[in-house]
């Protein structure tokens, strides 16, 4: 039983009268160039690159509600599940900072330098305001669950007290 089965050869009378799929352009009328790209394309691409770094740098802030809802379903109280939530959050805007030139090292144009602090400097700017808002998030929540010492009774160990006033009158 070795018949051969040809349904992929365009030559097959089966599918010769059958017009060819839409966005399908044949090879006979589609010429190969080995010239450089037009200036169009490059100057397309650098705009591609830098919505793609600008997509990079707001993407903390998008991360902000998912982060928010995810806080409040681990409740108000101090326990091992909302510690590590808040603890991840605390410890990623720190995490994406030290790694700001690498996250944007794909984005840098042709000409200058990835791993530069001056390529793409307003991106990395609003990435870095991105983190600090996530930074705060953590911090608000911290405060929330009673783990930062902003009331007068967290400070009392370091309260100096007057002199009595039975013994001021001696």
Do not use: H
């Amino acid at each position: 039983m070795s018949t051969k089965l040809d349904y992929a050869s365009i030559d097959n009378p089966k599918w010769r009268n059958l017009p060819p799929p839409p966005g399908f352009a044949s090879s006979s009328s589609t010429t190969r160039t080995t010239s450089r790209p037009p200036a169009s394309a490059s100057a397309s691409y650098a705009a591609l690159k830098e919505r793609r770094a600008w997509d990079q740098a707001i993407a903390p802030a998008k991360a902000l509600p998912m982060q928010a809802f995810m806080l409040y379903m681990s409740g108000g109280g101090v326990q091992i599940f909302s510690m590590g939530i808040v603890f991840v959050l605390l410890l990623a805007p720190f995490r994406n900072t030290a790694g700001m030139n690498k996250a944007f090292a794909p984005f840098a144009p042709t000409k200058s330098d990835a791993n530069a602090l001056s390529t793409l400097p307003l991106q990395k700017l609003v990435y870095i305001l991105c983190n600090i808002l996530t930074l705060g998030l953590g911090l608000w929540k911290c405060r929330q669950m009673g783990l930062l010492p902003t009331g007068t009774g967290d400070w009392l160990a370091f309260e100096t007290r007057g002199v009595a006033p039975e013994i001021l009158l001696r």
